[in-house]
C-alpha cells in the first residue's frame, strides 16, 4: 500500500481537525518561554500549558488538542547526526482531564493513522478525509510490562500479539523509572506507536510516532501506586517524525519543515546537489535545526545573554555559526562574503528568511513575519560579536590541544574550558563540540565547579545573596561603625532624596574605604530614603550621588538589619565618609506602591467573599503586579474572583484614605490588626490602615489612597500547596492595558458574529444550536433519500427459495451511507431479506455493508458470508448475524465478490 505524500502543514491541520471531530478544544500553542512556570526553561512538551488542567486547578476543559512548539536542549549533541533529533521541534496532542481514558486513546490514535477502527482495516473510519491511512501492517506497538488493560485493548483491535511489544518502566512509564524512583505525585504507564518501513517489529528503522501516556496513579511516599480519582490521557506525536513517514524519506531533514533551509545553506556553501562528507552532512543538518530554535526563540521575545534561557539561546547561535563556517570552510580568521548578500561577519541571518518561508503554512507566520527586523538585528548582532573573539578564541583552544596532545593527554581540563567560555564567549558545548573533531573531551565536572565558582563571586558582587554574601560573611556591625538602629536607618516614608554619610563601601570580597567607575558595589549609608526588600514588596531602585561621583543604585536589601544597596558607579569615585545625596526612582515607587495597596484591598476582598478563614500565606509585590497567597482548601470559584475583582475596584473608586499609625503590637492586635502568620514582629509594630475596613500589620509602602491603585485586574488564580492558592493581579497601567486588550477581542468577536457586544454569548449559543439543527436536518435527509432508495432496491431484489436478496453497487458512499440504506432496506423487507451494499471511494478503497432480517439470523450469518467474499475486493470483514461490515482495496473485484455472497446464499438456502 502506497502512503498519500502530505506536506507538514496539512498533517497539522489533519490531526487538529480530526481531534476536533471527536469533541477536543483545540488550543493553540504556547509560548516556547512557559508563563508562571518556573520548573522548566522552556516548554519541552504539549502538556506543560495544560499543567493546571492535569492538577485539577482549571475545569473548563475536559478534552483538548494542539501543536505545540517545543524546545529540548538535552540531546544537544545528537542533533544533525540522527534523523530525528531536534531541539526545536512541533509536537501534536490530545489530552484528556478526567474524561475518556485508555480505550479512547488507542482507538482514536489507530484510526487517525490507519483510517480504521482495526488492525484489520474492516472498520473504516467515519473521517476518512482526516486520517492518514498508513499500513498497518508497518505499524507495531510497545506497552508497559505490567498493563494488562493496554494489552487486551490493542488485541481488540485486533494488532497480532507479536506486534505488541512490552518494555520496563525505564522506556513505557513516564516519568521514566516512577515506580521505583519517584518522583511522587501523579504518574502513569505508556503505550508507544512505532512505524517500520519493511513492517517489520523493533528494528533499528523504527521509527517511534506517538506515546500515549496514560496517567493513572500518584505515586505516595512510600514508593506505592496510588490510582487516580480521575486519570488522565496525556500524548505526544512528533511533527517532524510523522512528516518523514508520509514523505517517505529516510531523515527529517529532508522533509518540507527542514529541506527548503538545508538547500539554503548548500546554496551559502556554493555545494548545492554536490556530494558531502558525513562531518559536513551532520553540520549542515545541525545548521537548519538550530536556525529554526534561534528564529522562534527570538520571536517570542528573548535575547542572548549569559544566563538562563538568553545563554541557551546565544549557545545555539554561536554553536551554529561555527558550523556554519565549517561548512564553508572558513578559517576562524576569515570573513564569509556571499556575493551580494550583505555582511561579511554574519551566515545564519542568510537563513532567516528561508525558515519564514518553511513555516508559511504554519499558525506561527504571522508572527514570525512580525517580528522579522527584530530577529534579523539579534541574530546579526550577536554574530558580529561572536566574529570578533572566534579567532582569538579558536587559536587559544588549538594551542590548547597540541600542548595536551604533546603530553598524551587527551582531556581538556574544565578550568581551561571555563576560561575561554568567561573570556572569549565560548559556549562549553561549543568547546566540546571541536574538542571532539579533535579526538578529544572536555572535564565537564571541572568546567561545572569553575563555573560556580564564579557565579558564587559574582552574585557577591551583583545579587548580594548566597554564600559569600551572609551576614555572617559581611559582618556588617563590625565592619561599619556608627550605624543607628534599624528603624531610624529607613526614611523613605515621608521622603524619596535624603543627605546621609557613606558608611561602608562592600565590593564583593570585602570592605573598602573607595570605589571607583564601573565597579559594582555595595554601599550603606546612615539614612536611607531606599525600601529594603522585605514583607514579600521588592526594593527600591534610584540613584546615589557624591561629590566626586555618581551611582545606579539597581536593588537595595536588608543585611544583619542593615540597608545594603547594589550599586554600580557610572563615573567618579565614592569614598567612606562622604556625604551623598540617595534619590528614590519615583516613579517606579509609586507603581510598587500601588501593587502593595491592592494587596491589602485583595487581602480584604478575599476575606469578605470567603470569609475570615482566608488567611494571607505570603506575597510578592512587584512593578505593577502582586501575587497572594492565602489559606483556602478550595479554589476561587469564577464567580467569586470576579466578586473579589469588583469589591477591589469598588473600594479604588471610592477613593479611601491610606493612613499609618505605629502602636505596641498588643493593642495593634486588640484593635483587629491582621498580621501575617510566621512573620517576626518587633514590640512597636506600624498599621496600614485603608478607610474603616482594613487594618494590617505592614512595613511597606502605600499610596495615599485607593485611588492611586488606578485598575485591578486578577489574572490567575491557582494551588501551590495543599490548603493554600495564589493570586496574581495586575495592577494600575498594567491592569488598564490587559483589560483594554480584552475588550479589544470582545469587540471583535462581536463584529464577527454581528451582534452587540452584550450579545456575544447569546450570539455563540445560537451559532452552535443552528450547527445542531443543521446536523440533524443532514441526517433526516440522508435518512429520507434512503426509505426512497430502498422502495426502489427492494423492487429490483432477486427471490431464492422465498427470500428476498437485495444487493447494489453504491457509487462514492462510505460505510455510514450504506449501512443507513442497508437499514432502510431491512425496514423494507420486514422478514425473509438479505441485503448486500459495495460502494468505492477512490480506486483503492472498498466497503461493503451486509444485513439480514432477524427471522433468517439462525440459517444466514451476515459476518461468516462477509468475511467469506472480502477477499475477492482484496479485503476482509465480518461481524454479527444480522449485520456485517467490510473493506476491501480492489473495487473490480465488487462484481465477483456481489456474485460470490448470491451462490453462498442460495447454498445456504438450500441446505437449510
Not at 489533519?14 to 526553561?41: C, K, M, N, Q, W
Not at 574544565?414 to 573533531?437: M, Q, R, S, V
Request: charged share 25%.
Amino acid at each position: 500500500m502506497t502512503i498519500p505524500m502530505i506536506k507538514s502543514a496539512e498533517l497539522r491541520e489533519r490531526y487538529l481537525t480530526f481531534f476536533e471531530a471527536h469533541g477536543h478544544t483545540r488550543v493553540p500553542s504556547d509560548s516556547l518561554i512557559p508563563s508562571g512556570d518556573p520548573t522548566v526553561l522552556f516548554t519541552s512538551a504539549g502538556m506543560n500549558q495544560f499543567k493546571d488542567y492535569f492538577l485539577g486547578k482549571r475545569t473548563d476543559l475536559k478534552r483538548a488538542t494542539s501543536c505545540q512548539k517545543c524546545l529540548r536542549t538535552g540531546d544537544l549533541d545528537r542533533v544533525g547526526k540522527t534523523p530525528s533529533h531536534h531541539s526545536f521541534f512541533e509536537m501534536l496532542g490530545n489530552f484528556s482531564f478526567g474524561d475518556y481514558f485508555k480505550a479512547e486513546a488507542i482507538q482514536w490514535a489507530w484510526e487517525f493513522l490507519t483510517g480504521t477502527t482495526n488492525f484489520a482495516g474492516t472498520q473504516r473510519s467515519t473521517h476518512p478525509d482526516l486520517c492518514l491511512k498508513l499500513p498497518a501492517a508497518k505499524l507495531w506497538v510497545s506497552i508497559y510490562e505490567d498493563d494488562e488493560e493496554a494489552f487486551k485493548l490493542w488485541r481488540a483491535l485486533g494488532v497480532p500479539e507479536d506486534r505488541i511489544k512490552r518494555f520496563g518502566q525505564a522506556d513505557n512509564f513516564w516519568p521514566a523509572n516512577a515506580p521505583k524512583e519517584g518522583p511522587n505525585g501523579p504518574c502513569g504507564p505508556c503505550s508507544e506507536i512505532y512505524y517500520d518501513p519493511d513492517g517489520a517489529v523493533h528494528t533499528p528503522k523504527s521509527v517511534e510516532i506517538w506515546n500515549l501516556v496514560f496517567t493513572q496513579f500518584d505515586r505516595q511516599p512510600d514508593g506505592s501506586l496510588k490510582p487516580l480519582p480521575k486519570p488522565n490521557i496525556d500524548t505526544g506525536m512528533g511533527l517532524e517524525r510523522l512528516t518523514r513517514v508520509l514523505q517517505g524519506v529516510e531523515t527529517d531533514y529532508k522533509t518540507d519543515l527542514f529541506a527548503p533551509i538545508v538547500h539554503a545553506i548548500e546554496d551559502l556553501a556554493k555545494k548545492r546537489g554536490q556530494e558531502r562528507t558525513e562531518t559536513e552532512r551532520r553540520a549542515v543538518y545541525a545548521i537548519a535545526d538550530h536556525v529554526r530554535a534561534i528564529v522562534f526563540l527570538i520571536a517570542e521575545g528573548l535575547l542572548p545573554s549569559n544566563e538562563s534561557r538568553g545563554y541557551i539561546l546565544r549557545m545555539l547561535i554561536r554553536r551554529a555559526h561555527r558550523l556554519g563556517r565549517s561548512v564553508l570552510g572558513l578559517r576562524p580568521e576569515e570573513k564569509f562574503k556571499p556575493m551580494g548578500r550583505g555582511s561579511a561577519h554574519v551566515i545564519l541571518v542568510h537563513l532567516l528568511d528561508d525558515v519564514r518561508a518553511v513555516m508559511a503554512g504554519s499558525p506561527y507566520h504571522e508572527e514570525l513575519v512580525a517580528r522579522r527586523d527584530v530577529i534579523q538585528d539579534v541574530v546579526h548582532q550577536e554574530e558580529t560579536q561572536f566574529v570578533e573573539t572566534l579567532a582569538s578564541g579558536t587559536s587559544r583552544l588549538e594551542e590548547l590541544i597540541e600542548k595536551l596532545r604533546a603530553s598524551n593527554r587527551s582531556v581538556i581540563p574544565g578550568e581551561e574550558a571555563f576560561k575561554l567560555y568567561d573570556t572569549f564567549g565560548f559556549p562549553f558545548e561549543l568547546t566540546a563540540d571541536i574538542a571532539e573533531e579533535r579526538g578529544f573531551t572536555v572535564d565537564h565536572a571541572g568546567f561545572e565547579a569553575a563555573l560556580k565558582a564564579q557565579q558564587e563571586r559574582s552574585r557577591a558582587a551583583s545579587q548580594f545573596s548566597g554564600g559569600v554574601f551572609v551576614a555572617d560573611t559581611l559582618q556588617i556591625r563590625s565592619a561599619v561603625s556608627s550605624l543607628p538602629p534599624k528603624e531610624q536607618q529607613f526614611v523613605g516614608y515621608d521622603g524619596l532624596e535624603s543627605d546621609a554619610g557613606l558608611k561602608g563601601i562592600w565590593d564583593g570580597t570585602q570592605w573598602v574605604t573607595k570605589a571607583s567607575e564601573g565597579q559594582s558595589v555595595g554601599l550603606v549609608l546612615d539614612r536611607s530614603p531606599f525600601y529594603g526588600e522585605a514583607g514579600g514588596q521588592i526594593g527600591d531602585t534610584g540613584h546615589v550621588n557624591g561629590p566626586r561621583g555618581e551611582a545606579v543604585v539597581e536593588q537595595t536589601s536588608w543585611v544583619d538589619e542593615v540597608l545594603l544597596h547594589r550599586a554600580t558607579i557610572q563615573h567618579g569615585t565614592f569614598s567612606v565618609q562622604e556625604t551623598v545625596r540617595a534619590m528614590v526612582d519615583r516613579e517606579r515607587r509609586l507603581k510598587v506602591a500601588r501593587s502593595h495597596t491592592a494587596t491589602h484591598l485583595l487581602h480584604w476582598a478575599l476575606r469578605k467573599v470567603l470569609g475570615p478563614d482566608a488567611v494571607q500565606a505570603g506575597s510578592y509585590v512587584d512593578v505593577e503586579r502582586v501575587r497572594f497567597d492565602f489559606s483556602s482548601l478550595k479554589p476561587l470559584q469564577e464567580e467569586q474572583r470576579y466578586e473579589v475583582e469588583a469589591l477591589v475596584n469598588r473600594r479604588v473608586r471610592l477613593v479611601d484614605e491610606v493612613h499609618t499609625e505605629k502602636m505596641k503590637l498588643e493593642e495593634a492586635k486588640r484593635d483587629g490588626a491582621l498580621a501575617l502568620f510566621g512573620e517576626k514582629y518587633g514590640g512597636t509594630v506600624r498599621v496600614v490602615n485603608i478607610g474603616d475596613y482594613s487594618k494590617e500589620l505592614c512595613g511597606g509602602t502605600h499610596v495615599a489612597h485607593t485611588g492611586f491603585v488606578g485598575t485591578f485586574m486578577i489574572v490567575a488564580e491557582s494551588s501551590i500547596a495543599a490548603g493554600t492558592r495564589r493570586v496574581e493581579a495586575l495592577v494600575g497601567d498594567a491592569a488598564a492595558a490587559e483589560l483594554s486588550q480584552h475588550q479589544r477581542l470582545l469587540h471583535d468577536a462581536a463584529k464577527r458574529l454581528s451582534r452587540p457586544v452584550q450579545d456575544v454569548v447569546l450570539g455563540l449559543e445560537e451559532l452552535l444550536e443552528q450547527l445542531k439543527r443543521s446536523e440533524h436536518a443532514r441526517k433526516a435527509l440522508q435518512l429520507e433519500l434512503a426509505k426512497v432508495e430502498a422502495s426502489r432496491l427492494v423492487a429490483e431484489g432477486k427471490r431464492i427459495n422465498g427470500v428476498t436478496f437485495v444487493t447494489s453497487t453504491i457509487k462514492q458512499a462510505d460505510r455510514e451511507v450504506l449501512a443507513i440504506l442497508a437499514d432502510a432496506i431491512k425496514t423494507s423487507l420486514q422478514r425473509a431479506g438479505v441485503v448486500l451494499l459495495a460502494s468505492s471511494e477512490g480506486p483503492t478503497q472498498v466497503s461493503l455493508v451486509m444485513a439480514t432480517t432477524s427471522d433468517l439470523t439462525t440459517r444466514l450469518h451476515a459476518g461468516q458470508l462477509l468475511k467469506a467474499v472480502a477477499p475477492l475486493a482484496k479485503g476482509s470483514g465480518g461481524g454479527r448475524p444480522e449485520f456485517a461490515q467490510a473493506g476491501g482495496k480492489d473495487p473490480s473485484g465488487i462484481p465477483a465478490a456481489l456474485k460470490r455472497a448470491e451462490e453462498l446464499v442460495r447454498e445456504a438456502l438450500e441446505r437449510s
